[in-house]
Each structure stands twice: as C-alpha cells, then as structure tokens.
C-alpha cells in the first residue's frame, strides 16, 4: 500500500508546548489571544519578534520589499473593485484587503521545493509568489492572457511553475489537495512542504480532519494556515466554532500535530512563526497547524454588499485604525529607519500605476478562442498517456514542475 512506505513512527510532540491540553485551556487562551489580539500594541510588543533568526537575516532592502508587496497586494485589489464595478468582469471577486501579512509573511519563506495552495480568496497568495499583475488582472477580466488563459476567473488563479496550486472554491477541498503534495514530496525524498491556506470556516470541514490525521499519521510536510479572519461568509466565527479566536487551531492536538497562533497585523510575527513550521517540516518532516488572526475589510465577495449587517462600523474601523499590516509594517520600519514617510507615498503611488496598467493590459487582451472551450479541463485529456492509476503525473522520474 503507498500509505505504509511513507508511515513511520512519529518522533513529534503533541501540542505547542508538547503537554496535552486540559479541558479548559482552549477557552482561557483564547480569551488571552483575544484580550492580546486587541490591545493597542506598543512599539516594544511590535518588535517582539524582530530578533527571531529569520527576522534578523532580513536586510532593509528585504524590509522595504515586504512592504511594497503587501501594498501592490492592496492597490491591485482596489484597481479590481472598481473595474468590477465598472463591470468589466463577471463571477465573483472575493478581496484580501486586510489580510496581506499573512501571504507575504508566509510566501515570502519559500524555498526552491516549497508548495502553496489555497482557497478562492487567492489574489493576494498570487502576488506573493511572483505572478504578475497583468496575469491575474486579466485572469480577472477573463482574458486569454490570464494565468488560467481567462477560464478560471478569480477564484482559480494557478502558477504551478511557481509552485502555486491554486485557487479553490469548494471550502476546505485544498485540503486534502495540499496534503498530497506533502505526501509527493516525502515520497520523492525532496526536502520541501506545503503550506495550505484555509479559513476559520474552512476549519470545520470534514475533508480537512481527514487530512489532518492522514498528515500526523504519516509524519508529512504540512503545514496548514488557518487564516482566521472572523467571518465565514456572514456567519461570525464565534457561532459557527465551538472555541472562539486562537482555539481553532488547537484542534490539531487531537491529530498529535504541532499548532500555534499569530497576530495577523505583525509581519515579524507571522514570519517568526511561519519558519518555525517551515524548519519542522523540512528537519522533521512534521505537520504544523498555524492559525493567524486577522479580518477582511470589504465583505465576503462583491455580492456581500450589506457586510454591515453582521458586524458593526466599529469593528472594521477598529481593525483599520489599530491593526491594518500595511500601517503596522509602516510604523515598524519607520522606528526602524528605514522607510520615510514620503518613500512609502511613493511606493503607493507606483503600485497604484502599475495596477493601472495591468488594467490596460487586461483590457486591450483577447478572450479565449472558442476553439479552447474544452481543452484544460481535464488534464489526461489533454496530455493523453500522461497518467496511468499509479498516478504517474506526479509519481513520473521528474515532478510536473520540475
Ligand atoms: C463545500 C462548500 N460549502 C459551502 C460553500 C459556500 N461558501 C463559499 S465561501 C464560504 C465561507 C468560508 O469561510 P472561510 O473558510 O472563513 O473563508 P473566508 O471566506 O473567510 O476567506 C462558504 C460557506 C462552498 N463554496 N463550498
Ligand atoms: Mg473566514
């Protein structure tokens, strides 16, 4: 069976401090993530995992980079707003704004055979690996130049030279998909992982404690992160989870694999933790359940026009004021010294321009041809005898992106 040669007796520890939990802690640390989470945070707690190795190895430049990635990240989405509005696309548009730490602070740690998928909010991940601009705006606008050739739309953006396996829109179905990356990579003896975004709604899908078990059973690289920005549609996390913020990711302690939590607003912290992972998976071949707070500013997709009616004006405001990456990563480096007030204006103002061209582009592209209606939907269809039942598109001498 291809399960047995991968098993092996796990050499992991259960749980963030190896201890099994006790029947109240996930409550109480909630409440304490929460309390910490909201908090206005002073420059000392911002910096509180500036000195982590892989924070300290970052030079300004590295540092600068970070923050012109989270904001071509947001420009590129207003840009696709408004030409949403302007109704030069159809579908849905499921915006990241607000969220850019997490795909940058993760992304950005990705090695030669490290892997990503995610779900239908997936703009920003796209970004974060290095597509273009102009791909994805004309993925968006349905264009023949887009990263899926304009059949996709922006719930299914794919790279796999990059290593970026989409873009999914059944909730909680990258998660068995990821886990089979990991379990590719260990049965091909490479030292790599794959990180798996899902939701705090995705969290209570079958599919993903399937994985889950299959993931500490067999000891593979994978690291799933939970990016819990408070809603599952118009469903907040409080109703929809039996433990509130931080207690998500907990859950892993029932599979013997290793969790943490992270304030979504503080790039530091999220790489901090996110390497941590990353080392696990690649020195110990061990899973890793990361859960990251943070908050969608628009609604659920363009259709959730009314997302006030689930959550105040406040709320979001508050997040705006107090806990947006991008003004917190600002605050960070200009303690720092190394981005000017006028720098980052600047910095706005090209990824502003550049998601205006990627506008254009998209616009003067054409749409597919309508000799290309059937063709990428299958894939043994279109590469006939590239796959046999012993999965030989990824278990070939040589790996589909290689
Ligand atoms: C299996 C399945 N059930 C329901 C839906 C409808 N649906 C789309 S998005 C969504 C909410 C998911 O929320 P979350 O996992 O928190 O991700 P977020 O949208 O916040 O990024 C739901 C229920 C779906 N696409 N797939
Ligand atoms: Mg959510």
Redesign the pocket.
């Known amino acids: 069976m291809a399960g047995k040669s991968a098993a092996k007796k796990s050499s992991g520890s259960a749980g963030r401090k190896g201890a099994p939990a006790k029947k109240s802690a996930p409550a109480k640390k909630a409440a304490a993530e929460k309390k910490a989470a909201s908090a206005d945070k002073s420059p000392a707690e911002l910096r509180r995992y500036a000195d982590a190795p892989v924070n300290k190895a970052m030079s300004k430049s590295d540092k600068r980079k970070a923050f012109v990635d989270m904001v071509r990240i947001r420009k590129f989405e207003q840009a696709a707003l408004q030409s949403y509005q302007k109704g030069k696309m159809g579908g849905f548009l ?1 915006l990241y704004i607000g969220q850019e730490a997490t795909a940058i602070g993760t992304c950005a740690l990705l090695g030669d055979h490290d892997h990503i998928i995610t ?3 997936d703009h920003g991940h796209a970004l974060a690996v290095g597509m273009t601009m102009n791909e994805c705006m004309a993925e968006l606008f349905g264009k023949y130049t887009g990263c899926s050739k304009g059949k996709g739309g922006s719930m299914h953006f794919f790279a796999p030279e990059k290593r970026y396996w989409g873009g999914h ?5 990258q998660t068995p998909l990821g886990l089979g990356i990991a379990y590719a990579l260990k049965y091909k003896g490479l030292q790599g992982c794959c990180i798996c975004f ?6 209570n ?1 079958g599919p993903f404690h399937e994985s889950l078990n299959l993931a500490g059973l067999w000891d593979l690289p994978m690291i799933y992160v939970i ?1 819990n ?1 408070r ?3 118009g469903t907040s996390q409080d109703r929809s989870s039996v433990y509130p913020e931080g207690g998500l990711a907990q859950r892993a302690e029932a599979y013997r694999i290793d969790w943490d939590t992270a304030h979504g607003e503080n790039l530091y912290e999220v790489r901090a933790k996110t390497a941590q992972a990353i080392e696990r998976a690649h020195k110990k071949s061990r899973p890793t359940v990361l859960e990251i707070a943070t908050y ?1 500013y628009y609604g ?1 997709s363009i259709a959730d026009a009314n997302h006030q009616k689930y959550r105040t004006k406040e709320e979001i405001l508050e997040y705006q004021r107090n806990r947006d990456p991008i003004m917190v990563w600002q605050r960070i480096l200009k303690e720092e010294g190394v981005l000017t007030e006028d720098e980052a204006k600047e910095i706005e103002t090209e990824a502003r321009n550049e998601a205006k061209d990627a506008i254009r582009f998209a616009d003067e592209s054409p749409f597919p041809p309508e000799s290309e209606i059937l063709t990428d939907v299958y894939h043994s269809v279109d590469n006939p005898g590239s796959h046999t039942n012993q999965g030989k598109i990824f278990f070939n001498d040589r790996l589909p992106w290689e």
Not at 169 to 173: D, L, P, R
Not at 198 to 203: F, M
């Open positions: 499921h779900a239908y909010r829109g059944i909730v909680g179905g899902l939701g705090d709604g995705a969290v899908q990016e920005n809603y599952s549609m969608r659920h």
